[in-house]
């Protein structure tokens, strides 16, 4: 095989009560990349189709990533990328991780899979770090994983792969303004009470209990987030309201998608999915900014070859 072509999926991070430590993967919502063997060694971003990103290796996430994982591994050859977006920057639903992630996939597939896709977590990291200036591992992790993963530690790293009820599914809206995950992790505070804490991880544990049990009403219970959110909503038009019109209308639980701006809620059924979409879409109307909503299942596959 001398090249790939692969669907790199949207993620949800944090999930309200985990910050840093749970995300989950979307179906239907992704980028998709072209990844091909050259002569050259190295790695080369030829293309990038649907947004403005560099070129240049070193400045790129899906260059970055690739780079750490050929630094831990003897090749004769090099690799090119080419980069089809769809997934906005800064729009909450792991656009850099998305790349990071397919990039060491495809380079990974290519090499004949030298390296599990737990161990690919530690390169894609990498363009993390390049993109928000901080090594979290709840895009890329559920990205290259599929499904709900729980990051328990990330030095050293240890993914925790957590199957999730059949049933559930995602809708998002996501409102077309930008906002960096480097300035929303800038307005957190380094420390929080111990009430707080003891009511998310209360929260925390109750949401991957749930997950694992099927417990909806366990997961809409867990679906808060006492810490982030209250720091971070006021940057996002209408948050309160999305919120609460994605509750009336049946979801299980509503809450910031990764930094933001994005708001997921999660549902029982792609019917209440689609209801909750569709109110969402009343609400924001009333402001004049742009957006897009997506109702996805919860991917289990995580990136693939296409
Ligand atoms: N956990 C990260 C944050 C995810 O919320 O800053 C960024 O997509």
């Known amino acids: ?3 790939i072509k692969i669907f790199c999926p949207a993620t949800i991070a944090n999930l309200s009560c985990g910050f840093d ?3 989950t993967c979307l179906e239907n919502v992704g980028d998709e990349m072209i990844i091909r063997k050259s002569e050259q060694k190295g790695i ?16 790129n996430v899906a260059g970055v990533a690739a780079l750490a994982l050929l630094s831990a591994i003897e090749t004769e050859f090099g690799f090119e990328i080419e980069i089809y977006k769809n997934i906005k920057a800064g729009s909450g639903i792991g656009s850099s991780s998305a790349s990071a992630a397919g990039a060491v996939f495809g380079i990974n597939e290519l090499l004949g899979k030298p390296f599990s896709r737990k ?3 530690e390169f894609a990291m ?3 770090i390049l993109a928000s200036g901080s090594a979290h591992a709840d895009n890329v992790a559920p990205c290259l994983l599929g499904g709900f993963t729980l990051i328990r530690n990330t030095n050293p ?8 009820p059949s049933e559930l599914f995602a809708t998002i809206i996501h409102p077309k303004i930008e906002l960096k995950t480097s300035d929303m992790r800038a307005v957190l505070t380094p420390m929080v009470s111990l009430k707080s804490a003891i009511i998310q991880w209360g929260n925390l544990g109750g949401l991957i209990s749930g997950l694992h049990t099927s417990d909806y009403d366990l997961i809409g219970r867990s679906l808060q987030d006492e810490i982030v959110e209250p720091l971070r909503g006021k940057f996002i038009p209408n948050f309160n309201e999305i919120k609460t019109i994605a509750i009336e209308n049946g979801a299980l639980g509503s809450g910031i998608s990764g930094s933001g701006p994005s708001i997921f809620a999660l549902c029982r059924g792609i019917e209440t999915a689609e209801k909750v979409g569709n109110a969402m879409k009343i609400v924001f109307k009333k402001t004049n900014i742009e957006f897009d909503i997506h109702v996805c299942k919860i991917n289990s596959e995580g990136v693939k070859t296409i």
Do not use: F, H, W
């Open 1 to 3: 095989m001398t090249s």
């Open 21 to 23: 430590v749970l995300g």
């Open 44 to 59: 080369r971003i030829t293309k990038i189709v649907g947004a403005n990103l560099p070129l240049e290796t070193e400045k």
């Open 119 to 121: 161990e690919l977590v």
């Open 126 to 128: 990498q363009g993390e």
């Open 157 to 164: 790293l240890d993914i925790v792969r957590i199957e999730s």
